[in-house]
C-alpha cells in the first residue's frame, strides 16, 4: 500500500479496468463527434464542387431538438462557432444502451409500418420517425416515438391534465410538452406530404423495470394552432441564425438544460464570464446553475445536475459570449 495524493493506493489497482473503459469511451465520443462535424463539411464540399450549391447557409431543425429549444437549434447549426460539451462516460453509456434497445425493438416491428421514415417540410424542419403506421381500422396513420427513460422520468409521466377527449381512455398518459411538439412537428411535415395522419403515439419504456406507458397525441384544432405558433418562433429562429445570432431559448424545463443539452456547460461557462467581465447575464440567470450550485461546481467539478467537469474547463478555450 502506498499514499498518492493523500490517499492510499494498493498494488493491486494496476489489475483495474475501469479506468481505461471509461477513457476508451469517453475518447471514442469526442472522435465520433469530430467525425460527424467533418463528414458534414465534406458533404458541403462535394456537394458545392459538382453542383456549385452552398449547404453552408442551410439550417437545418430537427424536431427532436427543435422541441427542446430553439437556442440549442441555433448551436448546432452556428457550429463552427459553438463546439458541444463532450459526453461523459455516463452519459454516453446511457446513450448506447437506449439507442442499441430502440433498435432491437424497432426491428420487431418491421414489416407492420415503415420505420426510420425522412420528414422535409418547407419551414426547413427535417428528421426522421421512429415509425409510422396505417391504422387498418381506421385507415388514418399514426406515428409512433419510442422514449427510454431512467425511472425518476418514467415516474413522472402522469395521467393528471389529460384532455377531455381522452378522459375515457384507460391506460393512456400526459406526454411531456417537448414529447407532444415533436410529434406535433412530424404529424405537421407527413400531413404536408399529403398523409392522413391522425393521432401520434409516444411510447415510453422505463430502462430500468422495462414498464411501459403510452401517451395519445390527436391531431385537432388545438394541436394545429400550438403548431402555428410553434413555427412562428421557428421562423424568428431562423432569422437570427441566418444573422449568425442565437435564438430565444425556448425550453420548458430546467432538466433538459441539466441533463441533456450538449450545450449546457457552456451556458455556464459564458455565465461565469459574464459574471466576471461580460455584460448582458440578467437573462441568463434564470437557467442554470444557483449560486451554491456554481461554487460547489467550482470545488468538486459536479454541478449536481448530472454533469461532470468537462476536459477543457479547466483550461478553457475562448468562446463567444452568449448575448442572450
Ligand atoms: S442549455 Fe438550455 S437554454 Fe441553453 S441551449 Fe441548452 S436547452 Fe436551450
Request: one cysteine or more; glycine letters at 6%; hydrophobic letters at 35%.
Amino acid at each position: 500500500m502506498s499514499i498518492e495524493n493523500g490517499s492510499k493506493v494498493s498494488a493491486l489497482d494496476v489489475y483495474k479496468l475501469g479506468p481505461l473503459i471509461e477513457k476508451a469511451v469517453e475518447e471514442d465520443a469526442i472522435k465520433w463527434q469530430e467525425a460527424r462535424k467533418q463528414r458534414k463539411t465534406s458533404t458541403e464540399i462535394t456537394l458545392k464542387t459538382v453542383w456549385g450549391v452552398d449547404l453552408t447557409a442551410n439550417i437545418n431543425i430537427s424536431p427532436s431538438i427543435a422541441s427542446n429549444c430553439l437556442r440549442w437549434v441555433g448551436y448546432e447549426n452556428l457550429d463552427s462557432e459553438y463546439t458541444p460539451a463532450p459526453r461523459s462516460f455516463k452519459s454516453e453509456m446511457e446513450l448506447m444502451m437506449g439507442s442499441a434497445a430502440h433498435f432491437s425493438l424497432l426491428r420487431k416491428l418491421s414489416g407492420l409500418g415503415s420505420f426510420e421514415q425522412d420528414v422535409k417540410s418547407k419551414e426547413g424542419i427535417s428528421g426522421r420517425t421512429d415509425f409510422i403506421f396505417q391504422n387498418p381500422k381506421t385507415q388514418e396513420w399514426q406515428v409512433l416515438d419510442l422514449k427510454f427513460l431512467s425511472n425518476f422520468g418514467f415516474r413522472n409521466i402522469k395521467r393528471e391534465g389529460i384532455s377531455k377527449e381522452l378522459k375515457n381512455t384507460k391506460n393512456v398518459y400526459v406526454p411531456t410538452p417537448e414529447h407532444r411538439l415533436q410529434l406535433l412537428l412530424y404529424m405537421r411535415a407527413l400531413r404536408g406530404e399529403g398523409k392522413n395522419v391522425t393521432c401520434g403515439n409516444v411510447f415510453y419504456i422505463n430502462r430500468d423495470t422495462a414498464e411501459t406507458k403510452e401517451a395519445l397525441v390527436l391531431w385537432d384544432s388545438k394541436a394545429e394552432y400550438e403548431v402555428k405558433e410553434f413555427l412562428a418562433k421557428i421562423k424568428e429562429a431562423v432569422k437570427k441564425i441566418q444573422n449568425k445570432e442565437l435564438p430565444e431559448p425556448t425550453v420548458q424545463s430546467d432538466y433538459i438544460c441539466g441533463k441533456f443539452c450538449p450545450f449546457f456547460l457552456l451556458r455556464l461557462w459564458t455565465k461565469i464570464c459574464s459574471r466576471t467581465n461580460q455584460k448582458g447575464i440578467k437573462k441568463e440567470t434564470s437557467l442554470g446553475l444557483q449560486k451554491s450550485q456554481r461554487t460547489s461546481f467550482f470545488a468538486t467539478g459536479k454541478t449536481g445536475k448530472g454533469r461532470d467537469k468537462p476536459a477543457w474547463f479547466i483550461s478553457p478555450k475562448p468562446i463567444k459570449i452568449s448575448k442572450a
